[in-house]
C-alpha cells in the first residue's frame, strides 16, 4: 500500500505562485507514474497535470500548461506541482495519485490540499 499527503495550498492573489507536495510513504514510488487532479465545488475531478515513472516524460491540461510544473524527487519520495500565475480559475481541492502500472487507472489517491485563488 502507498499513502499519499498533500501539503502546500493555501490562499493567494490571482497571478501568485504556490508549490504544492505530495509525500508518498509505504512503498517507493520512483518506479509509479504520479499524477495530480483537481476539483472544484459543483464540478468533476479533472485531470492537471502527470509525470511518467521514468520522469522524463510530463502531460499537462491545456488549462494549465506553461503556467504548472510537476517534478519528483525519489530520494524523498515525494512529488510537487509548481503552480505560477495562479488564476481565480485554479481555485480547486487538489489531489495527487500514483499509479503502479498494472492497470488503466490510478491506484493510490491522497486526502487532498485546498487552493483558493483570489482576484
Known amino acids: 500500500q502507498v499513502q499519499l499527503v498533500e501539503s502546500g495550498g493555501g490562499l493567494v492573489q490571482a497571478g501568485g505562485s504556490l508549490r504544492l507536495s505530495c509525500a508518498a510513504s509505504?512503498?517507493?514510488?520512483?518506479?509509479?507514474?504520479m499524477g495530480w487532479f483537481r476539483q472544484a465545488p459543483g464540478k468533476e475531478r479533472e485531470f492537471v497535470a502527470a509525470?511518467?515513472?521514468?520522469?522524463?516524460?510530463?502531460y499537462y491540461a491545456d488549462s494549465v500548461k506553461g503556467r504548472f510544473t510537476i517534478s519528483r524527487d525519489n530520494a524523498k519520495n515525494t512529488v510537487y506541482l509548481q503552480m505560477n500565475s495562479l488564476k481565480p480559475e485554479d481555485t480547486a481541492v487538489y489531489y495527487c495519485?500514483?499509479?503502479?502500472?498494472?492497470?488503466?487507472?490510478?491506484?493510490?489517491w491522497g486526502q487532498g490540499t485546498q487552493v483558493t485563488v483570489s482576484s
Open positions: 495519485a500514483a499509479d503502479d502500472g498494472a492497470g488503466t487507472t490510478y491506484d493510490y
Open positions: 509525470l511518467a515513472w521514468s520522469g522524463d516524460s510530463s
Open positions: 509505504g512503498r517507493t514510488i520512483s518506479s509509479y507514474a
